[in-house]
């Protein structure tokens, strides 16, 4: 049962049921974030002065992968 944040209603009475569904749903969720093992800066670009910087980050395979851009100074 997915996790329905609804349930239960409010001045109902309990059921072993229906919190163990939300539970097990909660714990899905868990047990669905990615585990992140490391960090790689993978490019450094420099950019015309006056630009705004930019980023962009990935996740694969657990590693978060950087590309940043950064302005060179006037």
Same mark, same amino acid.
């Given at each position: 049962m997915p996790y329905d944040p609804? *349930?239960?209603?409010n001045n109902s009475a309990l059921s072993s049921a229906v919190m163990r569904? *939300?539970?097990t749903g909660l714990? @899905?969720? &868990?047990d669905a974030v990615p585990v &992140? +093992?490391?960090a790689v800066v993978d490019s450094v670009t420099p950019l015309p002065p006056g630009d %705004?910087? +930019?980023v962009s980050v990935a996740l &694969? @395979?657990?590693v978060l992968r $950087? %590309? $940043?851009g950064i302005p060179s100074a006037s």
């Open positions: 609804a *349930q239960p209603a569904g *939300q539970l714990k @899905d969720l &868990i &992140i +093992t490391g %705004s910087p +930019t &694969i @395979d657990g $950087f %590309s $940043f």
